[in-house]
Structures are given as C-alpha cells and as structure tokens.
C-alpha cells in the first residue's frame, strides 16, 4: 500500500482575481507550510488537467463553454463574488482533474489511505449550470461521480465543514441515494441555503442531512455533529469513500463569517474523520473549499493533514452530545434514520 497523496498545480496561482479574498495567496501560504514540514511525507504530485466528459458527468457542455469563452477573452465577472481571469480555466480544470486524480489514487488500485486536492478556485457552491460564489466547476462532485461512474464506488459521502453551505453540492445529489451530502455550515449566511428542513427529495429523501449553526458555533458545536451526527450516519449509510469539503472559513480568524472554531478544533474534526473512515475501511479525500485569512487556513490544513495522513490514528477526545447535535439526532431520527434514536 502506498502512502497518502497530495494532488496540486500552480495553475492554481493563475486563477486571477486581484484584491478578492479568495486569491492565489492562499495557495501560497498553504505551500509554504507543508514545505516547511517536508509536505508532512505525503507523496506530492502534480494534478492533470481533467477531461471535459469528467466534467460533463455534472456540469452541460454549455457550462464548460461559458467559463472556457469568458477565459479566453481575458477574464470578467460573472457576478459580484466570482472571477474568471485568462487563466482560470486552466486552474479549473486543474482544480477538477486534481480531485478526480484523489479518487483514483484512493480507490483505482494504488490503495492510497487517504488523498487531498489542494487547489483554488474552490467548487462546492457551483450549481449543475451556474457559477458562483467563487466556485466555476463543483470540484468534490465530479471526484464523487468519477467515483460512482467508474465503478470504483457504490456510495460516496462527502461531508462539508466549510462555514457556508455547498449549495452546489447539495443540488446536484439532492435527488439520489448513491451520495450522502452533510452539511455543517453558519445560518443566516450566504447563499441562504442549507436549511434543516432540506433533506432531498425523491429517491433521495433524507440523504442529503444539513446541520445549519448560529454564528458564535466553535469547537464543541462542530465536533459535536462530526461524532455523534454524521459518524453514526456514516456507520448506517456504509460508504465506500468518504470525501471532506475542507474549508477553513469557520475559524475564529476568519473575515468573512462569524464562528469562532480553532486550529485545535479543526484537528478533533480530523481525528473523528480518520476514526470514521478507519472504522469504515474506506479511504478518505480532502478537498479544499474556503479559508480567507491565510494563517488560519495553512495552519488549519496542515493539521487536517497530519492527522488524516498519520501511520497510527489518533485516539477521539471524549466529545460531548451538544444540545444542537442532540436535536439533529432526534429530527433525523423521526425521519430517515431511525438508527440515531
């Protein structure tokens, strides 16, 4: 068995977008902290660019087009929040292969315990057929489709702790059953999305979990609904790849939303991931969302990365059923999931 991987690409640092938080200097900073811990002995690689038929398994060709046009005509707004350069096609396409290329080295016969794609633009709010919120091409679903069309996997569960909801995402599953999409993020906050009540529909009813929070929500609030919500989901649900839409925008330090968790807590979040997908049996990919004040972020990452990357897992703190997780195992429990009553 290999060891884990890191999949990046400096197309990532020509997906220009000038003074916007969401700049190649968070790439930058995050580099920079893994090379100083000799990329914590993960076997670094360079992403490929992916293919259009990849993309095409969730995004139109005339979604591909639209970013490709926009592009090639030196860049311009696609709305207020996002940017598209001369070069960000490229680094889209870079963004999407590298969490396609996560997939195969996890699950295409390689063994590879676990894998991140650490790339910008950042994909979990792109939309079957809109752009936006930073994000052109919704990077964690195509690796999860990837996963299921190429018959690597049967279910996937992809869980999302960026501070705002992957609305993205969770339009793209809402209707299905081969993907179970939980959702940690602040409410009110953008894009107004995420509520409890949305649990998909159809063949998909009550696979798609979110767990809004309140701003102030730190450490105890997020570890919380990691352990006792969606790991016990997980061991229900039975995945064979857990996949993380890893954003670092819930920090304490970070300018654009209001809760406050640590570098610590997004460490525990670690541990409890490693320790799901551990007592699983299934590999786990990290995929990076958001993270806009760039200490935090690199920080953040490289704890997330040290302990889902470690030989021997971490031993889980004792974390306590939080009065928030408490009430979304009763509310799923009265639903889709009896087995967390």
């Not at 293919?51 to 139109?60: G, L, N, Q, T, Y």
């Not at 794609?117 to 792109?126: D, I, K, M, N």
């Not at 839409?245 to 968790?261: E, F, I, M, N, R």
Request: with cysteine; net charge negative.
């Amino acid at each position: 068995m290999t060891g884990p991987v890191l999949l990046r690409h400096p197309s990532s640092l020509e997906h220009d977008t000038g003074a916007h938080p969401e700049s190649p200097r968070r790439i930058v900073a995050i580099e920079r902290a893994l090379a100083s811990r000799d990329w914590l002995g993960w076997d670094v690689r360079l992403s490929p660019a992916d293919s259009r038929a990849s993309i095409e398994a969730v995004h139109p060709g005339s979604h591909i087009d639209r970013i490709e046009a926009l592009s090639a005509r030196g860049g311009g707004m696609i709305d207020m929040d996002t940017i598209v350069s001369a070069g960000s096609f490229e680094a889209a396409l870079h963004a999407a292969g590298g969490a396609v290329a996560m997939v195969d080295a996890l699950l295409g016969g390689e063994g590879a315990p676990a894998a991140a794609s650490l790339h910008r633009p950042p994909g979990h709010h792109a939309t079957v057929d809109r752009a936006m919120g930073f994000c052109l091409f919704n990077n964690v679903a195509i690796a999860a489709q990837h996963a299921l069309d190429a018959g690597l996997a049967r279910r996937v569960l992809i869980l999302d702790w960026d501070v705002h909801h992957g609305n993205g995402t969770n339009d793209i599953f809402a209707g299905r059953d081969d993907v179970l999409f939980c959702s940690i993020h602040q409410s009110p906050l953008y894009p107004g999305t995420g509520a409890a009540s949305d649990a998909g529909y159809g063949a998909g009813e009550g696979y798609t979990v979110n767990l809004p929070v309140p701003g102030g929500s730190g450490d105890a609030v997020f570890a919380s609904l990691v352990e006792h919500v969606v790991r016990p989901l997980a061991r229900a649900y039975e995945p064979d790849l857990v996949l993380v839409s890893a954003g670092y925008d819930a920090h304490a330090d970070d300018p654009l939303a209001g809760c406050v968790v640590t570098d610590l807590g997004y460490a525990t979040l670690a541990v409890s991931v490693r320790a799901m997908a551990d007592e699983l049996g299934v590999p786990l990919g990290i995929v990076l969302e958001g993270g806009y004040d760039v200490g935090a972020l690199a920080r953040s990452l490289t704890l997330t990365l040290e302990v889902v990357g470690a030989a021997q897992a971490l031993d889980v703190p004792d974390i306590a059923l939080h009065p928030l997780a408490a009430q979304a195992r009763e509310r799923l429990a009265r639903g889709s999931w009896p087995q967390l009553g």
